[in-house]
C-alpha cells in the first residue's frame, strides 16, 4: 500500500479540523469543446462548478497604476484538479481571477488570485 492515500487522507482531516479558517471557495472550470481554427475564435465552451475549501495565505491591495487585491490561498489538489489562467474563484462573495501557481504539488496547490480593486 503506498502513502499517497494515506496523505490525502490525513489532509482531508487537517482542512475539516481548520473550522472557520478553511472558507468554501467555488471554483468556475471552463473547457473549450470548439475551436474554429481558420478564424482563430472559440466556437463553445462547456462550464463546471467545483467547490472546495481553500485556506487564505496571504492577501494585500496595492496601487501603482491601479488598484488591484492580490490573495494567496492553499486547498487540495484532489478536490479541484488542474486549473487555468482563464478560470475563476468566487471566495468572499467576490470573483477573483487565478494568476501564477505559486506551489503545486501530488497534494496541494497554493495560487496567486487578483482583481482590480
Known amino acids: 500500500m503506498g502513502l499517497h492515500k494515506t496523505v490525502d487522507t ?19 472550470k471552463k473547457t473549450i469543446t470548439s475551436f474554429d481554427f481558420s478564424r482563430s475564435v472559440v466556437k463553445s465552451t462547456a462550464s463546471e462548478e467545483v467547490t472546495a475549501k481553500v ?11 491601479r488598484n488591484v487585491k492580490q490573495m494567496q490561498i492553499m486547498f487540495k489538489m484532489t478536490d479541484v484538479g488542474d486549473l487555468l489562467l482563464f478560470e475563476t474563484v468566487t471566495l468572499l462573495d467576490e470573483v477573483w481571477k487565478i494568476g ?5 504539488d501530488r497534494f496541494i496547490n497554493i495560487i496567486e488570485l487578483f482583481k482590480e480593486g
Open 10 to 28: 490525513n489532509l482531508s482531516k487537517a482542512f475539516r479540523s481548520l473550522k472557520d479558517l478553511a472558507l468554501v471557495a467555488t471554483f468556475n
Open 55 to 65: 485556506v487564505i495565505i496571504h492577501s494585500a491591495k496595492t496601487a501603482e497604476d
Open 100 to 104: 501564477r501557481h505559486v506551489k503545486s
